[in-house]
């Protein structure tokens, strides 16, 4: 009987996945839903002085936790039924080498993701251009998910939600790009499946 008892259990917990993952593939399949995800573990804060984009050894990057963090997002979105997607990501390196670490084949710089953490007072006209951006994406996508690589202060200047490396949010948009609302994926959430 405790047998019977424990697979019933774990058919429950299985349906209970299966429908969770169902659900997240749909919505990012529809053309009102993207996925934010700041870029995996790189420890330190913004940038050091005089860095530049054309050279990763003068940037934050990720560390050896951050790339498993990153293949271990790719490997979760597949298990929630996400097999082709639309990964668009911010131009510093450790936002490009999550997006590519995500094993969806392949990224697009996108300037819209760009980080404004040294410029705090473009926030308002970045987060205007990352919603014209997301807007006009959605409309082309078709069925795969739309994926976005960026920084803790989009995500923050978007949605008003503080994440950690490696978190998710699934946000619903309307037709102009502008947030309506989100649900937050934290990389805790990320390893339970």
């Not at 994406?137 to 078709?142: E, S, V």
Request: glycine share 8%; hydrophobic share 40%; with cysteine.
């Amino acid at each position: 009987m405790r047998w019977h008892s424990l697979v019933l259990g774990a058919a429950c917990l299985m349906a209970s996945v299966l429908t969770t993952a169902s659900e997240l593939s749909e919505k990012l399949q529809s053309s009102d839903h993207v996925l934010l995800m700041r870029h995996a573990l790189a420890p330190g804060l913004g940038d050091p002085a005089r860095y530049t984009l054309d050279d990763c050894k003068t940037q934050r990057n990720l560390n050896d936790e951050g790339r498993q963090q990153a293949q271990a997002a790719g490997q979760w979105l597949r298990l929630q039924g996400i097999t082709a997607a639309d990964v668009q990501s911010s131009a510093w390196c450790r936002c490009k080498d999550t997006a590519m670490l995500l094993g969806f084949g392949g990224f697009t710089v996108e300037p819209a993701l760009g980080s404004f953490f040294d410029e705090m007072h473009k926030a308002r006209s970045q987060n205007q251009q990352l919603e014209k951006f997301i807007a006009s994406r959605l409309k082309n996508k078709g069925n795969k998910a739309l994926i976005l690589v960026t920084h803790h202060v989009n995500i923050y200047e978007f949605t008003g939600e503080n994440i950690g490396s490696g978190d998710m949010v699934l946000a619903k948009v309307d037709a102009s790009g502008k947030m309506l609302s989100f649900s937050l994926i934290p990389r805790s959430a990320q390893r339970k499946f």
